[in-house]
T-cell receptor, first 118, second 112 residues
Framework: KAGVTQTPRYLIKTRGQQVTLSCSPI?????VSWYQQTPGQGLQFLFE???????NKGNFPGRFSGRQFSNSRSEMNVSTLELGDSALYLC?????????????????FGSGTQLSVL | GDSVTQMEGPVTLSEEAFLTINCTYT??????LFWYVQYPGEGLQLLLK?????DKGSNKGFEATYRKETTSFHLEKGSVQVSDSAVYFC???????????FGQGTRLTINP
């Protein structure tokens, strides 16, 4: 069974540009979450989608957006990039989401997309 | 708000040493608690979890006990190996919140 796939693996952009990151969840998983990882702020929750609907959103500006398609694949978009957006962006999938203790809520993470903003 | 505090790293130990990584939490509700591990160049993997007070999560020789009275979930291993070198994250989730709240992470290096 294939794991969570994130593309591209590395991205270099300049300030002011926009970027789209892609995440393909494990087959059968309907929940996709996104996290930003930086040395200063650590891991922070961006948003979570289930059946094409955003169920929860973290404290990020409106420049950060996402969506989920009918096949559960998800994309996140960052517009008007800033230097501080440089980070590892991690996608995680689960059967039903919730991130509680049940087996159906277990998160599986991708290897991430490393975004560098110059 | 919900938060997790981990002991700061980096932590460097010799092989076969005893490991403790401290983790305390603050949560509005009754959280589930997790330890995740991140190896170089990879995403996070769930190491162990506990969903209620006094539960002990264990995996690959690692253990952590959910202590509600001290709001703690310390990670321990009796004898570490070089292959345990990684970054360890403590995290919590309040049921229904659809998100994890992570600690800052602790980088562990094991020397042979």
């Amino acid at each position: 069974k294939a794991g969570v796939t994130q593309t591209p693996r590395y991205l270099i952009k300049t300030r002011g540009q926009q970027v789209t990151l892609s995440c393909s969840p494990i087959s059968g998983h309907r929940s996709v979450s996104w996290y930003q990882q930086t040395p200063g702020q650590g891991l922070q929750f961006l948003f979570e989608y289930f059946s094409e609907t955003q169920r929860n959103k973290g404290n990020f500006p409106g420049r950060f957006s996402g969506r989920q398609f009918s096949n559960s694949r998800s994309e996140m978009n960052v517009s008007t990039l800033e230097l501080g957006d440089s980070a590892l962006y991690l996608c995680a999938s689960s059967l039903v989401g919730g991130q509680g203790g049940s087996t159906n809520e277990k998160l599986f993470f991708g290897s991430g997309t490393q975004l560098s903003v110059l | 708000g919900d938060s997790v505090t981990q002991m700061e790293g980096p932590v460097t130990l010799s092989e076969e040493a005893f490991l403790t990584i401290n983790c305390t939490y603050t949560a509005t509700g009754y959280p589930s608690l997790f330890w995740y591990v991140q190896y170089p160049g990879e995403g996070l993997q769930l190491l162990l979890k506990a969903t209620k007070a006094d539960d002990k999560g264990s995996n690959k020789g690692f253990e952590a006990t959910y202590r509600k009275e001290t709001t703690s979930f310390h990670l321990e291993k009796g004898s570490v190996q070089v292959s345990d070198s990684a970054v360890y994250f403590c995290a919590l989730s309040v049921r229904g919140a659809q998100k994890l709240v992570f600690g800052q992470g602790t980088r562990l290096t094991i020397n042979p």
